[in-house]
């Protein structure tokens, strides 16, 4: 079996998780409901508290897709019950943002600002103007939105300026040496 896949997904009392006929798990929590939708090839069983995957065959994509699914019935787990989150760093001299309703303003040193619409399921909060916080229940969504606003300006290696992960680790660069 798959190393991953063969896990069972636990979950706790405030996550209520269905699984319908066709292949769908439902899960349903305090934060969110997410869908994971399965492949005709994997079977999804609700047993005491956790959700155990099971496959038909030991063909290779199907191994694959056990292990994957299971990933994602689990992200789905954790995004309903405490979510997910990812913070943003500008680095700049004027480099802001701020949140208005469902905009973020940013100034990131174009002539212009940018004016990024937050999608419906994500929460956007700036903190000292220069940290941006995104939370959301969906994992692969929290990371795109989190990846987009960080294409807007991404980190360059001589100064550091743009928008880089809190966790990121931008390699500098020495420049042009002043002389000989």
């Known amino acids: 079996m798959s190393r991953v896949g063969k896990v069972p997904v636990i979950f706790s009392e405030p996550v209520k998780v269905t699984v319908s006929p066709n292949g769908e798990v439902v899960i349903k929590g305090a934060k969110a409901e997410q869908r994971v ?50 913070s943003l760093i500008l680095n700049g001299v004027g ?7 469902k905009k973020l303003e940013m100034n990131l040193g174009y002539s212009h600002p940018i004016i990024f619409e937050i999608p419906a399921g994500i929460e956007i909060k700036v903190e000292k103007s220069t940290t941006i916080h995104v939370n959301g229940s969906s994992r692969e969504l929290v990371g795109q939105v989190a990846a987009k606003i960080r294409g807007y300006r991404e980190p360059e290696p ?16 020495a420049g042009k040496s002043a002389g000989k």
């Open 95 to 101: 480099y802001r943002a701020s949140v208005s309703g």
């Open 158 to 173: 001589f100064l550091g300026k743009g928008v880089r992960y809190s966790d990121e680790v931008i390699r500098r660069k």
């Open 37 to 86: 939708q399965l492949q005709p090839s994997i079977k999804a069983n609700i047993e005491e508290g956790q959700i155990v995957l099971t496959r038909e065959s030991n063909e290779p994509k199907i191994r694959a897709y056990h292990g994957l699914y299971r990933a994602l019935i689990q992200n789905a787990v954790t995004g309903v019950s405490t979510g997910w989150s990812k």
